[in-house]
Structures are given as structure tokens and as C-alpha cells.
């Protein structure tokens, strides 16, 4: 065997050695992005997404994107007020870029992601905000509905 041969690192440890760091980044933002992305709910057209706005019972909305940052960060904050609301109102989160949502975000004039609202059982818009959610503002504003009823 050639001595040459045996003290050259192959191609894909050089690779390695070089870009180890940016490979474990970019690994780990996949698995972040994996985990933090929020499944898309589906509606068969804007009247169905309306008629799950007017059931009668409080519903948080949120309008998101799985390309906002903001989003994907908020999305355990989201997770942990639906579990806090379940029995009280319902979540729907409603993604930005699905055509049977975008006429309902202009109506509610949605210039950005996220944004929240509390509706009530008839589908009135009662509370409205664009940015990270605020749990205890949302929280507040359903009790209101409830307690109005």
C-alpha cells in the first residue's frame, strides 16, 4: 500500500471536519421546525369555516404561517391555552395561505401573523391582536363571553 494513500483523510471526513457545525445547526432547526411547525386545519370552503365560528360556544382564532418565526415560537404558548380553554372555548388556528381563509382574514383585516382573536358563539370578532399571544388577555376576554351568556 502507498503511504500517500493511507495519510489522506477521505472526501467525506474532510467534508465533515469542515462543516460539522453548520451540518448540526441545520439538522437541529429541521427537527425545531418538525416539532414547532402547527398542523393546518382544513375547511371544505369559507362557509364551513364560518358555520365552526357561529356554534354557539366562545372560539380563540389564531392566523399563523409556518414561515413566522414568531409562530413557530408561540406555538407551545397556543398549545398550552388550548388545553387551559378546552372545556370552555374552542382553538382554531387558521393558516394565512389556505385560500378558504384568506377571505376571512381580509374581512377581519389580518396584516400579519400571528394574530388572535376571541369570537363569540355567534361569530362576532369580541377580541383582536396582532403579535405573540397574550394567554391571560385571551383567557380574559373568553371568561367575559362565557360569563355574559
Known amino acids: 500500500m502507498n503511504a500517500e494513500n493511507e495519510q489522506k483523510?477521505?472526501?467525506?471526513?474532510?467534508?465533515?471536519?469542515?462543516?460539522?457545525?453548520?451540518i448540526l445547526v441545520v439538522l437541529g432547526l429541521a427537527i425545531a421546525y418538525l416539532i414547532?411547525?402547527?398542523?393546518r386545519q382544513t375547511f371544505a370552503s369559507t362557509e364551513a369555516l364560518q358555520a365552526q365560528l357561529q356554534t354557539g360556544q366562545p372560539t380563540v382564532v389564531e392566523f399563523y404561517s409556518n414561515?413566522?418565526?414568531i409562530c413557530l415560537v408561540s406555538k407551545p404558548k397556543v398549545d398550552r391555552l388550548e388545553t387551559e380553554l378546552q372545556?370552555?372555548?374552542?382553538?382554531?388556528?387558521?393558516?394565512?395561505?389556505?385560500p378558504v381563509v384568506q377571505p376571512l382574514?381580509?374581512?377581519w383585516r389580518v396584516y400579519g401573523v400571528p394574530t388572535f382573536f376571541v369570537v363569540a358563539g355567534d361569530g362576532t370578532p369580541t377580541y383582536?391582536?396582532?403579535?405573540?399571544?397574550?394567554s391571560e388577555e385571551?383567557?380574559?376576554?373568553?371568561?367575559?363571553?362565557?360569563?355574559?351568556?
Not at 9 to 22: D, H, Q, S, T
Open 9 to 22: 483523510p477521505g472526501a467525506w471526513r474532510v467534508f465533515w471536519k469542515e462543516n460539522w457545525l453548520i
Open 36 to 39: 414547532l411547525h402547527t398542523p
Open 67 to 69: 414561515s413566522c418565526s
Open 87 to 98: 372545556d370552555t372555548a374552542a382553538v382554531l388556528r387558521l393558516d394565512v395561505k389556505d
Open 105 to 107: 382574514a381580509a374581512a
Open 138 to 149: 385571551i383567557k380574559a376576554a373568553v371568561m367575559a363571553l362565557v360569563g355574559a351568556d
Open 128 to 134: 383582536g391582536r396582532a403579535g405573540a399571544p397574550n
